[in-house]
């Protein structure tokens, strides 16, 4: 086996469990307590990862904008039918509202939801993984700083990934281990880029497109109405606070890889 090849897939293995395993010890160490409260930072992250990261990027690319529009409804539009279709279904019915579901309901339907999350994380870490072949094919050097780069930004989306998780009533085992199944989608980014690097490249524009729609789909239409539940004044100053965090922690990151 090539080393070039060897690199580019032990170096995306080393960003994903590195991401994971810090985004991990604080979500359910310090944050684990807070996760009605980590709601709003994870609605930070993931609108400002979409609209401030990933779309900015797919549009600056060759890509037809038309056509990147086009992939962009058409992830909004699928993920609201999978929701009807009940494959992704989440009601946000809640405990005592009198609907007289029977117990556990709120798990097992906010649980549907969450596999949301994951979708548009593995798209993300796919494109994750052909930018780093990139990188490795041209220099090796450069392929060890888009390593560390993916790693920095990649930290407070999982995190917010498992709050997303967390709050969708995953076990802390659950979340740790589809969100690493998920991070196996970049190494087969690296695995295709390497071979197909002048295809895989073209398809980025509309994957990084696809991500975002489910994070701003769920961010939108999961997330956001919850926060409306506590709408007291107080509440919504802490709810704002977050958001405004989560989104400043994604412009920080910008800014120093930049």
């Known amino acids: 086996m090539d080393s070039t090849l060897v690199y580019i897939l032990l170096a995306n293995l080393a960003a994903g469990a590195v991401s994971i395993t810090s985004a991990a010890l604080l979500s359910f160490g310090l944050l684990t307590h807070l996760v009605h409260r980590m709601v709003s930072f994870s609605v930070g992250l993931l609108l400002a990862t979409a609209l401030l990261h990933a779309l900015p990027e797919a549009f600056e690319s060759d890509a037809d904008p038309h056509l990147l529009c086009v992939f962009l409804l058409s992830g ?65 050097q450069l392929g060890v700083v888009a390593a560390l780069a ?64 489910s994070f701003i789909y769920i961010a939108v239409s999961d997330l956001m109405p919850q926060m409306q539940r506590r709408a007291t004044w107080g509440e919504s100053c802490i709810q704002i606070f977050l958001i405004a965090a989560g989104v400043s922690v994604v412009l920080l990151i910008q800014y120093v890889s930049h």
Request: charged share 15%; aromatic share 10%.
């Open 76 to 140: 909004l539009l699928g993920f609201f039918l999978l929701e009807k279709l009940t494959l992704l279904r989440h009601s946000h019915h809640h405990e005592g509202d009198g609907h007289g579901h029977h117990n556990g309901h709120d798990a097992e339907s906010a649980g549907k939801s969450g596999w949301m999350v994951l979708v548009g994380d593995g798209f993300h870490n796919f494109v994750d993984g052909v930018l780093v072949a990139a990188a490795f094919l041209t220099d090796p």
């Open 150 to 213: 993916i790693v920095a930004h990649e930290i407070p989306q999982e995190i917010g990934d498992f709050m997303v998780l967390l709050n969708a009533g995953f076990s802390k085992k659950r979340a740790l281990c589809y969100n690493f199944i998920s991070t196996l989608a970049a190494v087969l980014g690296g695995l295709l880029g390497y071979f197909l690097l002048e295809h895989t490249l073209s398809w980025v524009p509309y994957l990084l497109v696809l991500a975002s729609s």
